[in-house]
């Protein structure tokens, strides 16, 4: 006889229906779980980067490049104007003191020392005749002095005998009167004499120093025409390396013209371009340093330009203790620049989280690594791989450093293993 079989009260699709529930009930109660309370967001550890709070040296620099250039460098101009005859030496010769480098010729400049010459013999050969000719005017004059002296020795002779005559009764009054008179006469003319040949002494002097000075002016003028003449041939004010000559054969050169330049071997100086924002920071005696190949090198600033120009301002930096084998002028050197003395102090990792935070807050990584929350910090000086902590950190924490750009406005991250 047929039997009622009884009917499953868990039936296939029973299960699956009450599955089914299960499975909403449990997605609205994750829902509400990571809506509720602080805003949620699930990230996965290896899409962020976790960074150590440490306590460590913190020195506050920039990153600068700076280009090496010569502790000196001279420039050549032409002192005289001229046509590029003759090229000594070229670019990149390491030249002597008063080496010729090349030779001008000025035809102009030639027919004026020529012509300055000419007058230095005229002016010598007419000094010569003058001087003859005074020689000759005291000569006369000295040979008037002792005409004179040997007139009046003679009237004094006269009459010193007509006047015992005289008194003696043996000549009369006549003969007497007249020698006295001719005596007189003959000291007077010595007289005159004399200051003639003093005057005229005093004149001879005057007239000579005269010439002697012109002549010295003309000569001093001959001079300078020929060192005008030489400096057609230029040379090297200095010694070192000569880094640029711009002058061809046949090329015409202005006075004044810039030729070249010489750079001083005796050292090297960097010259460094830092933007103007640091330029209330900057100054003598700051100190830099780079690495090349493998080795530390230290500079100091020597020099600041104050000049602002697209943005920056200049400063030449010199080497500290020793500068670096086989450097070349215009090699490019990264140089870390510090503008504060190394101090003891919180570090946090540079990160892309300060430009969505300001480094106002920061994600902080719970103990356990489940979760990462926001907290407000405050962040002081900063260099290219570290910001200083002053509050809301300490050695020890981990917080997110990467960027923020995602989490919008998101109070707590879920961290998640892969």
Known sequence: MDRVIKKSKWSRKRLLTIGAVIAVLALIAASYYYTSGPNKLSVETDRITISEIKKGAFQEFIPVNGVVLPVNTIYLDAIEGGRVEEKFVEDGAVVKKDQPLLRLTNTDLELSLINQETSVFNLLTQMRISGNAAQQNTIGKLNQVTDVDNSLTEAERVYKLNKSLYAQKAIGSQEFQQSENNYNYQLQKKKLTQQILKQDSFSTRQEADQARQTFGRTQNALQV??????????????????????????????????????????????????????????????????????????????????????????????????????????????????????????????????????????????????KA??????????????????????????????????????????????
């Open 373 to 418: 929350y926001k907290v407000d910090i405050q962040l002081g000086r900063q260099n290219p791989d570290y910001y200083e902590v002053l509050s809301g950190l300490k050695p020890g924490d981990k917080v997110v450093t990467s960027s923020y750009e995602n989490y919008g406005t998101m109070q707590e991250l879920v961290l998640k293993k892969q």
């Open 225 to 370: 025409m020929r060192r005008k003449v030489g400096d057609l041939i230029v040379r090297a004010p200095v010694e070192g390396q000569l880094t640029s000559l711009d002058a061809e054969i046949g090329q015409s050169k202005n006075k004044g013209e810039r030729l070249g330049q010489i750079d001083v071997l005796s050292g090297f100086k960097v010259r460094v371009n830092i933007d103007e924002h640091y330029i209330s920071r900057i100054f003598t005696e700051l100190k830099g340093e780079f690495t090349l190949a493998g080795k530390d090198y230290k500079l100091k600033i020597k020099k600041v330009f104050t000049q602002v120009t697209n943005g920056s301002f200049q400063v030449d930096m010199e080497f500290i203790d020793s500068v670096p084998q086989g450097i070349r002028r215009g090699q490019t050197l990264q140089i870390r620049l510090a503008l504060s003395d190394e101090t003891q102090a919180v570090l946090i990792p540079r990160g892309g989280f300060f430009q969505q935070t300001g480094g106002n807050w920061i994600f902080k990584v719970t103990e356990d690594g489940s």
